[in-house]
Structure formats: C-alpha cells, structure tokens
C-alpha cells in the first residue's frame, strides 16, 4: 500500500518542457508554477476559486491553479500564458486581445486569455451570450468586461479559422 | 493561503483508498477534485493530516444506461455531467444543474461524488439528486451498499458515509417526457445559490431546496400537496414549510423564505406541475 508522504516528487510537463521537483504535499500548483519553476504570468488574485487570475490549461482545458495540488497535476500537462506564442507570433486570442483592447490594467489578462482559450476550443466561434456566461468564474476589477467580450469573439472566430 | 502541511497518497485502486482510509481513520480525507476540500483547508476550516487522492481512478468516470436508471460514476466531473448525451436525453435536469456549478474552471475539477460527500447545502447536485430520488453507492471495508438520497444527508457538512467509505456510483431515475426546471437565485454569477429549487414532473413529483436548513432538504409539503391535486400556486406556498433557512451575509430567513416560495412558483410553472 503507497505511504502517505510529506514530500512528493512530481513531474509536471510546463509548456512543453517537463518540469521534475520535489514539493511539499501542500504546494498549490500556482505556488510551484510561481515559485518553483518560475513563472509568473500566473498571478495569484483572490485565492479562493473565484477571480480567475490564475487560470492555466491543464491537460488543455482550464482550472484554476490556486485549488489544484501541484502533486495531483504529476505526469500531466500545464499550458501557462508564457507558453501561447509561438516565438514572437502572438496566439490569436492574445492578438485579439492586443487588437479589441480587452483589458485595463492587465491583472487579469493571463487568466482571461487562458479561460477563453478554453471556452473556445470547446465551443468553436463564440457567441456573446456564450462570451459572458463562459467568463463568469474570471473578474476584471476595472470592469472592462465590453473589451474583454469583443476580445474572446474575434479571437474565437480566429482560432475557429485557423483549426479548419 | 496554503493549507497545513499533510500527508499525501494516491490510491490506484478503491481498494487501497478504503485501506488508507481505514489504516489513518478520521484525520484522513478523500481528494478527488478538490474544489470543496481545498478551499476549506486552505481556510484552516479543515485540517486533515492525511489525504488520500483518488483523483487518478479513471474507472470512477463513466455514465451508464443501466434501463430505468442512469449510472454516473462518482468521480464524474461535473463538466462531464453537463455534457453527457445520454443525460441530456434521459435526465436533463441533472445535467443543466451540472452547468450551473460554479463556472466552467470549477466544473473541468469538481466531481458528483465530491459533492455529496461534501454535503454542503448551499451546494446545487445535493438537491438535485434529492429531487430525483437517485440513490448513492457507496463502498467500504464492510463492502458497499445503496444510500437513498433521502438517507444520505444527515446534518451540516456530514452525511450516511462511514469515514472509510467511497462513493463509488450515483444512481438516478430517467425522468422520460416529465417536465424539469432547476433555479439558482444569486446576486453574482459564479456564487452559490442563496436559495435553489430543483424539480421535476411526472407521477411523482420531486421538489429539493438549495440553502433552505442544515442540509439539502425535500420540499416535502410542496410535494404531497401535488399529489393531493392542489394548484401548482397552492403547492408553492407551501415552499418555506418545514426548513430551517439559515442567516449570512446575503439574506435573512424570512427572505430567502419568500425566495423558495416565489422560486419554487417559478419551477412548477416551467415543470408543468399541479391543477391549472
């Protein structure tokens, strides 16, 4: 029978590369993509399942990284926004981003754009009904919402064309 | 916020989750999507010193034509629920209030058999599955036997599980042609419902609150005033009958009182239910 552990040792595939650390049980996946491997595209916003900042794909679709253990994420695959572009070619939704404006500050961009990555994988061409619904577990404090649903239309129409 | 430090297993099997369950006893927990448990630990509200993943145990996700009844695995993840075919045919009430949990990120994690182990009563599937008269299976060192959803639930946040138990299945009845409604009342997308109902027709019908007492709860007057013949607008009067609704941030009892009558008006119109 497998022995609980304290430390658990995990290998994490980020963007590609396959990460293998030794982490405390405890260790929120948002904290070892941060702290661990260092990137901080994931920002940590309310910590408790709601704001959606630190969205990431995980196996392709999306969670939020502060309710998951990195030791339950072992042997799979995490998509962070450092991980979109390929080299200096934006993702078509972070350009459709850059196009519609869809952000102010810019907190929750990363998490935006990986919630909508998601959404339109699974749903093709997005309506606006299907836009707000879709975003509901994402916050933007600036309330810059009517950008953000041009954003994830246009790049859900481009994602849409470059798959066919 | 991190949690408390503990000590973590994966289970490849139920049978080495039940014999991790029963070798570390009470302070251990079950994990399995982790969007009840980990919120309450990262609040200190729960400190297991043992968790018991049993995250990895694919053969736990599956939904089953079994005739009469639908067979869902209980680590079926509520995303899976939404958009599972054969529910949407058969028992379209479970996979519409599936949707309506939390948002799409919460729902790609969180499971059915999560959920009612978690046995919140703010939680949408513990009414759901109580409106439809569905039944757990739940497995343990004493082998596994068949809760009735009626028998599941037993106070705040406890439920019939013995601490070694898993929830293996959930059973619920196809609900044919009868008509269904499921409505959540919040003020935020994404929160939990400040009060619920779900409903659905047929001979039968079945009518559960969300938020209404110390656990998931029948609106058992609404249900035998149906059956006695009453109007659907006689039987919702009756919503508030017999609960226990609790007081927070977001409403005093008295409203969400007047909430469940006026909702559950609002389910049994869309359910079809009662003298017209």
Redesign the interface.
């Known amino acids: 029978m497998t022995t609980p552990m304290s430390e658990v040792a995990v290998a994490i595939t980020v963007n590609g590369i396959v990460t293998e650390h030794e982490v405390e049980a405890r260790t929120l996946l948002v904290q070892y993509l941060r702290e661990t491997v260092g990137l901080t595209g994931t920002n940590i916003g309310c910590d408790s399942t709601s704001c959606g900042a630190c969205t990431v794909l995980l196996d392709g679709e999306s969670v939020k990284s502060c309710t998951v253990l990195a030791a339950q994420v072992d042997g799979r695959s995490v998509t962070t926004i450092e991980g979109l572009a390929d080299g200096d070619a934006l993702h078509p939704m972070q350009a459709a981003f850059r196009e519609h404006h869809g952000l102010q500050c810019g907190y929750c961009t990363p998490g935006m754009v990986m919630a909508a990555v998601s959404l339109a994988q699974e749903g093709g061409p997005l309506s606006e009904d299907a836009v707000r619904k879709g975003l509901e577990g994402n916050l933007c404090r600036c309330t810059g919402y009517h950008n953000i649903v041009a954003a994830v239309r246009a790049g859900s129409a481009d994602m849409a064309g470059a798959a066919s | 916020?991190?949690?408390?430090?503990?000590?973590?297993?994966?289970?490849?099997s139920v049978d080495?989750a039940i014999?991790?369950l029963g070798?570390?006893g009470d302070d251990a927990k079950l994990?399995a999507g982790?969007?009840s448990l980990?919120?309450l630990m990262?609040l200190r509200l729960a400190t297991p010193s043992?968790?018991?993943?049993v995250?990895r145990l694919d053969e736990l996700s599956y939904v089953r034509d079994d005739g009469d009844t639908v067979a869902i695995g209980g680590l079926t993840r509520h995303?899976d629920v939404e958009h599972n075919a054969l529910l949407r045919e058969h028992v379209p009430l479970l996979a519409a209030a599936a949707g309506e949990v939390?948002?799409?990120?919460?729902r790609?994690?969180g499971t059915l058999g999560g959920s009612l182990a978690h046995g919140d009563p703010a939680s949408d599937l513990p009414a759901v599955v109580l409106a439809l008269r569905g039944s757990i299976v739940a497995r343990g060192s004493g082998g596994e036997r068949v809760i009735a959803a009626d028998d599941f639930f037993r106070e705040f946040l406890e439920t019939a599980l013995a601490p070694d138990e898993v929830i293996t299945e959930v059973r619920v009845p196809k609900t044919g042609a009868a008509g269904w409604s499921f409505q959540k009342f919040n003020r935020r997308?994404?929160d939990w419902a400040i009060v619920g109902v779900a409903a659905v027709g047929g001979d039968a019908p079945g009518v559960a609150l969300v938020n209404m007492g110390s656990t998931p709860v029948r609106a058992a007057a609404v249900e035998a005033a149906l059956r006695e013949g009453a109007s659907a607008a006689d039987a919702a009067a009756l919503a508030a009958e017999g609960t226990d609704a609790p007081s927070d941030l977001n409403a005093s009892p008295e409203y969400r009182q007047h909430l469940a009558r006026v909702l559950v008006g609002r389910a049994l119109a869309e359910v079809g239910a009662g003298r017209s």
């Open positions: 916020m991190i949690p408390a430090a503990f000590e973590y297993a994966r289970a490849g080495e014999a991790l070798e570390h994990l982790g969007h980990l919120p990262k043992v968790l018991v993943d995250g995303h939390g948002d799409p990120q919460v790609h994690r997308a994404q």
